[in-house]
């Protein structure tokens, strides 16, 4: 990480780079001209502790949609047709012909449904699926958090898209994964931190439940954790959203949003919340 450039107390607007800044209650200290701090992420939980008053707090949100919803297609696609398997035996040059699963005729459960999770179901229209919806609140056409646990053992993929907050960290625990049914698929691509790793592990271990994860706990995974040896598990590095198109999509709500703040006009994504 490159040292901070002299004149760092006359910044109004930090746009803060994806990977996190080490020293972040320092570096926004030393700001004292500072009146925005646009992500580059839709997370903001390294951040809100840390924002001065009378500083506001924008996100990124939108602009990973596509990117980490079609890695969470890409990753139901992987794990239930057995890909990882079959690159496997590729490599050992065998041919190992049998049955696997399938998309088709799953109800999947997005846990979390934003703009993510809404991007997430158009992608799996063609699928053949059946889409439950869980958000923080209730509303038509969505179940309420509190509805959860009556919704796990119907699901065939439970797809984790919620913010890290004080509510979703460990959410997924041991009671929450014994609720799931027997064969099912845990994807998820919202922050490591809201699952619990050692329940995890023990219910891959059995073989009853498999998983993709994009994000574990911790972060990055280091060499020799029992996560990299799991059976039944894909992992991928953070990567859901390192994509092209959030980088084109990035500059565009960059421009847009540096412009409304130069004309003094309402800013958009901004966090009123934990997100």
Request: proline residues 7%; charged residues 20%; glycine residues 10%.
């Amino acid at each position: 990480m490159s040292p901070m450039p002299d004149g760092i107390e006359e910044v109004e607007v930090w746009i803060p780079p994806l990977v996190t800044v080490p020293d972040m209650a320092g570096t926004l200290a030393r700001m004292s001209s500072l009146r925005l701090v646009q992500t580059v992420s839709a997370g903001v939980e390294q951040y809100l502790p840390h924002i001065p008053r009378g500083v506001t707090l924008c996100n990124a949100r939108g602009v990973h949609d596509a990117g980490t919803a079609e890695w969470a297609v890409g990753a139901m696609v992987a794990v239930l047709r057995e890909f990882p398997g079959f690159v496997d035996a590729q490599r050992r040059g065998e041919w190992t012909y049998h049955h696997t699963g399938v998309l088709a005729d799953s109800t999947v459960l997005i846990v979390g449904y934003g703009s993510i999770g809404t991007a997430l179901e158009r992608r799996l229209a063609g699928f053949e699926v059946e889409v439950v919806r869980v958000a923080r609140s209730a509303r038509d056409g969505v179940h309420g958090m509190d509805e959860l646990t009556t919704l796990l053992p119907a699901a065939d993929v439970v797809v984790l898209l919620v913010p890290a907050t004080p509510d979703t960290a460990g959410m997924v625990d041991a009671a929450f994964l014994a609720r799931m049914k027997d064969g099912a698929l845990l994807v998820n691509a919202a922050r490591g931190g809201v699952v619990d790793t050692d329940a995890l592990i023990a219910e891959l271990k059995t073989g009853r439940l498999r998983a993709a994860l994009d994000v574990t706990a911790p972060e990055p995974l280091p060499e020799g954790h029992p996560l990299w040896s799991a059976p039944g598990l894909l992992i991928t590095p953070h990567v859901a959203g390192s994509t092209p198109a959030s980088g084109r999509r990035t500059l565009r709500l960059l421009r847009a949003q540096l412009e409304r703040y130069r004309a003094a006009e309402p800013l958009v994504n901004v966090i009123t919340d934990a997100y």
